[in-house]
């Protein structure tokens, strides 16, 4: 299946604090912001596949993606998907008890992230267009922290292909 992949993407984190109650008496604001236009290819600022997927984690269970080998159900295309390099990922925990959380965890020889504890309401988001992480053999983990129904919303961009 011949594929084009275009992403857009845009970062922005600003905030300002002023304190005038302590003796240090300090005030400060910053902004960082990130656009990223990114192409099909395997260069720099490039991407091949794309892979999203929505999860309800119920209970004391774990969902488990395997990105060397995961099912594609979307853009009218089912098959298979294998990913070798992650260029982008976001993990957003939308739904679940107040005061819970999911850890995440990669494949130790994929990225080294185990146990990222990620709020109801927060993100994990990495981005490295410029070299990217590989990936290994070996699931990709959710699980919840306290009992409960969590939904999370999995999203990956980077190298692969697509196989029927």
């Given at each position: ?66 990105l060397d080998n995961a099912t ?93």
């Open positions: 299946m011949p594929t084009s992949l275009t992403v857009s993407g845009n970062t922005r984190l600003a905030w300002s604090l002023s304190d005038t109650q302590t003796t240090a008496k300090f005030s400060g604001s910053a902004e960082r912001l990130t656009n990223r236009s990114i192409t099909n290819g395997t260069g720099v600022n490039q991407a091949t596949v794309a892979f999203s997927r929505s999860l309800t984690i119920t209970g004391t269970n774990n969902a488990t993606i395997a594609v159900t979307s853009f009218d295309y089912s098959g298979k998907i294998a990913f070798t390099n992650i260029r982008e990922q976001l993990v957003s925990v939308s739904t679940g008890p107040t005061g819970g959380w999911v850890l995440f965890s990669a494949p130790a020889a994929a990225t080294g992230i185990s146990g990222i504890a990620v709020r109801v309401g927060g993100q994990l988001h990495l981005v490295d267009y410029a070299t990217g992480v590989s990936t290994a053999t070996g699931s990709w983990t959710f699980q919840n922290g306290p009992t409960g129904t969590y939904g999370v919303d999995f999203t990956v961009v980077g190298l692969g292909t697509y196989a029927d």
